[in-house]
């Protein structure tokens, strides 16, 4: 009987190409965007927060008055004063002592399989801080509707991926610094995009809806996104907008989606404006990108790519203070348009990206096994000092 492939296959050599075939999206739209200058970004964070001053209230000491009435009472200008927490971000890696012993062996392959590692990692992170640029720093990956036997079904299953380590966390307890957390560090270890039923590891839990899936841990623990900026209530940076009005960005819900308009973008962008601030860019997904290009090009209008400031390219929306430019990223939130000033967005950081090496190795036996672990860590938020200038139109039917 002759050898086939299937006789010998114990004992061929399994011939592997040196570039590892990428199939995650691991673009950082937002991310950049935020970063798309030093004036983005503020390193000067020593202590326990970063206090910014803003503008609130005019003087009200004027008025008009007639010979001999008594003039107006001098006033004076309103101010506060916003408090930025940095927040604490981490990512680790482990390597089996079995790996590291091909160093001695054969270097390059230790090489490759390492820099894989530490590049995969540092992409992960830098999508994962995409995706908080639009959170509202509660964590929350998906919202739960049902659940079942080691299974929920969520609302939309867009930021969860299967293999990640996550939490369910009791909804009514978000705002609290410490959320309940009913199901703690599950793997998810299937997902239905269809249906949105989320399947996970371990004891079954009861959840219901309106609680929220989280990565573990990180129930009030991410940046303050545009989820939470681009809101006309709720305190960010210590400043209460139902004490200072001018402290609330701009919204335009509806109960039931609607078409993309082009009143609906300048009637928003008026908004802005009449606050006193301007939009830099509008974002939005790819749904929402379709539903506007259809729009264009329904009314024959110039629809091809613009390039703007720093390389990016996307559709422009035209107004009377000039083109804004519309930049799609896949992690924007669904159904919705978010008119922003980058130009009031700082991201406050105390350094890059680091290895966690004070004691002077990047690489930490784990104690008990034959096993490395190194990890990077980086201390930073995001900070908007002008509230009023950042808007939503929320509720639109993606094309």
């Not at 001053?53 to 200008?77: C, D, V, W, Y």
């Not at 230790?110 to 908080?132: C, P, T, Y």
């Not at 335009?252 to 300048?266: H, K, P, Q």
Request: hydrophobic residues 35%.
């Amino acid at each position: 009987m002759p050898a086939t492939l299937a006789t010998v296959a114990s004992i061929l050599k399994e011939i592997y190409e040196p570039q590892v075939r990428e199939q995650l999206e691991n673009r950082t739209v937002a991310l950049k965007r935020i970063e798309r200058s030093s004036d983005g970004i503020e390193t000067n964070v020593g202590g326990k927060y970063v206090t910014f001053p803003i503008h609130t209230r005019r003087n009200s000491g004027i008025g008009a008055r007639n010979e001999m009435e008594l003039l107006p009472t001098p006033g004076q200008q309103g101010y506060n004063a916003g408090r930025v927490n940095l927040k604490f971000q981490y990512g680790g890696i482990q390597v089996t002592g079995q790996m590291v012993e091909l160093a001695d062996k054969n270097y390059q392959a230790f090489s490759n399989a390492l820099d894989q590692e530490i590049k995969g990692l540092k992409n992960d992170l830098g999508k994962d801080l995409n995706r908080q640029v639009y959170g509202n720093g509660t964590g929350t990956l998906a919202t739960i509707t049902a659940d079942g036997a080691n299974t929920v079904t969520v609302a939309d299953t867009m930021y969860l991926q299967l293999g990640m380590q996550v939490d369910i966390v009791d909804g009514t307890t978000l705002a609290a610094a410490t959320p309940t957390v009913k199901v703690s560090n599950r793997q998810i270890t299937a997902i239905n995009t269809t249906t949105g039923v989320v399947t996970y590891s371990g004891a079954d839990g009861t959840a219901v809806a309106g609680d929220v899936i989280t990565r573990t841990g990180n129930g009030n623990r991410e940046w303050t996104g545009l989820g939470a900026i681009i809101r006309n209530s709720g305190t960010i940076y210590n400043i209460d907008p139902t004490l200072e009005p001018s402290w609330a960005a701009q919204v335009d819900t509806s109960g039931a989606n609607r078409a993309v308009s082009e009143g609906l973008m300048i009637s928003m962008a008026d908004q802005i404006q009449t606050a006193g601030g301007k939009v830099t860019a509008i974002f939005g997904n790819l749904g929402v990108r379709r539903a506007y290009w259809n729009l264009l090009s329904q009314q024959r209008q110039y629809v091809n790519t613009q390039e703007f400031t720093g390389g990016f390219k996307g559709l422009a929306f035209v107004t009377d203070q000039g083109e804004i430019p519309f930049v799609s990223d896949t992690d924007a939130p669904k159904n919705a348009m978010l008119f922003v000033n980058e130009d009031e967005l700082t991201l406050y950081r105390e350094g890059e990206w680091s290895w966690m090496d004070r004691d002077g190795s990047m690489f930490q036996r784990v104690i008990g096994y034959d096993a490395y672990e190194a990890r990077m860590y980086q201390y930073s938020e995001i900070g908007c000092h002008r509230r009023n200038s950042f808007g939503i139109i929320d509720k639109l039917t993606e094309g």
